[in-house]
C-alpha cells in the first residue's frame, strides 16, 4: 500500500517543488518531458535503439534497454556489458522516461560501448525508502532471468555495473549491498562495479560544504532536508542508514562490498554540496581495503547531465574503471 503522510514544508524562504493536498496526496512543481523508447531500427537513424519492458505491472516499475545500434550487425560474437542505471531526482522526481535522464543513456550507451538498462522505480513520498531499493533489486531479478533477445543475444550479463545520479547513486549503492546477500540467486548475473555518480547522502550534522553552499540553485540545503523528510520511512531522521552510510554498520557495508569483490567508483564536483561527504565515503571505502576509484573535478550537482562535454569526460573515465 502506498503511503500518503504528508510533510510539513520547511520553515525557510525555500520554495517547495513539491506540496501536499489536504487529501494526502501531492503535486509535484518540477517537471522535464517524457521521451518515448524507439525499438524499431527502421523508424530511426539514431546509434541506439531502446525498448521498454515491463518489471512489476502492479507497482507500475519497468526498464528501458538501450542497446547501441551496431550490435545488430556485429559479426564477432563479443557481447557487450551491461550496465544498470538508476536516475536522480532526490527520490521524488522524474522518471526513466524523463528526457534528462534519456539523453544522459543515450550517450552513455554509445560512449561505453555498453548495454544500459534505466530503472523505472516507485518514487517517495507516495512510496518511501526502501521501495526504490525493492524495485533496484527487482529489476536485477528480473534481467538475469528474461529471455528478451537483446539481452539474450547482445548483453553480457557476466559483466555488469550498478549506476546511480545523484538518489540513483543512493539507490545504487543499496542494491549493491542487498546484492551481495544474494549471489547465487542473481547467478548468471554478476555484478563486477559500483558507479556512483554525484551520490545523494546526508546526515544530520552539516558538512563544510553543506554550510558554505547552503544557497545552492540546485540543490539548497533546505530542499535536501525536505528531499530526506519525504523520502525516509515516517519518523527516520538524516541519520538513518538509508541516508547516512557512516552512520550504520559502516564496517558490515565495507565488508559486504569487499566480500563479493565488487570495485567503487565515486564521482563529484567540488561546487556540490554534498562533495564533502562523497569524498568522506570515497576516503571511508579507500581505508577499508575497497577498490575505490575517486574522480572529483569541478561544476555541480549532476552537472553531467546538462554539460555534453563534461559527460563526455566523466563517461571516459568510467569507461576505464569498467576496462581495468
Known sequence: MAESKTAPIPSSDYQPLIVSNPDGTYTRLLHFPSVPATPDPNTTTSPVLTKDIPINP??????????????????????????????????????AASNLAHDFCLTMTAQLDAVVISVEYRLAPENRLPAAYEDAMEALHCIKSSQENWLTEYTDLSNCFLMGSSAGGNIAYHAVLRASEQVQKLDPLKIKGLVLHHPYFGGKERTGSELKMAKDPILPLPGSDFMWELSLPVGADRDHEYSNPMAGNWSRMCECIRGVGVRVLVTGCYGDPLIDRQMEFAKLLEENEVGTVAHFTEGCHTVELVDSLKADSLFLVIKKFMSD
Not at 528501458?64 to 521524488?92: T, W
Request: hydrophobic fraction near 40%.
Open 58 to 95: 502492479t507497482r507500475q516499475t519497468w526498464l528501458r534497454i538501450y542497446l547501441p545500434r551496431r550490435a545488430l550487425h556485429s559479426s564477432s560474437g563479443n557481447k557487450l556489458p551491461l550496465v544498470f542505471y538508476y536516475h536522480g531526482g532526490a527520490f521524488v522526481f522524474f522518471s
